[in-house]
């Protein structure tokens, strides 16, 4: 399942990693970020949501690039260029992620920045559409969010344009064992 979305995914511009633990997606993510270049000025900044992930991790390895915040506001989120945050289900066979994003805090990191970084348990990838609405609780979950690739739009004359109503880059952390890393 995991192949056919990653290939999906990617068929839309999607970056798709994958990782044994939460620890090896931490080591990931905080070279990305010095990759990326993040630091403590509008434009270069990142903001990353609330998640369970980082009660699985060292957070010290996070804090200590400047310039990202755990504390997210509309603001900070239009000024960062990264917005992490961690998505619940995963669809295989579209490449579309799915995100129970009631909190704002989701939504700012999620459409404001350039680059949205989704983490994702492996165990929360679905087929498809029916298997996800078989799991979900509406009377649980306010707002749903479905992120498939980067933000794209395209004139009438089809002229594809990347980033303009969102991200223009979408990277994909999928974790297999998120428990027992801290």
Not at 2 to 10: D, I, L, S, V
Not at 65 to 78: K, Y
Not at 159 to 182: S, Y
């Amino acid at each position: 399942m995991y192949e056919q979305f990653k290939a999906r995914a990617e068929g839309v511009s999607a970056e798709v990693h994958r990782f044994a633990t939460a620890a090896e997606a931490l080591a990931f993510l905080v070279g990305f970020l010095e990759n990326e270049g993040v630091a403590d000025q509008a434009g270069r900044s990142g903001v990353f949501a609330a998640c369970p992930f980082l009660e699985h991790v060292d957070r010290s390895r996070l804090a200590a690039i400047p310039g990202l915040a755990f504390e997210v506001t509309r603001e900070r989120a239009a000024a960062a260029k990264v917005g992490i945050s961690q998505v619940d289900w995963a669809l295989a066979d579209t490449g579309t992620l799915v995100q129970d994003a009631t909190a704002i805090d989701k939504r700012l990191v999620s459409t404001l920045p350039a680059i949205h970084v989704a983490l994702i348990e492996t165990g929360a990838l679905r087929p498809d559409m029916p298997s996800w609405l078989a799991d979900v609780r509406p009377e649980q979950t306010n707002y749903i969010a479905m992120i498939t690739g980067p933000s794209r739009t395209a004139d009438i004359e089809r002229v594809l344009t990347i980033g303009v109503h969102g991200p223009e880059r979408l990277v994909i952390v999928f974790i297999d064992r998120m428990e027992g890393e801290n």
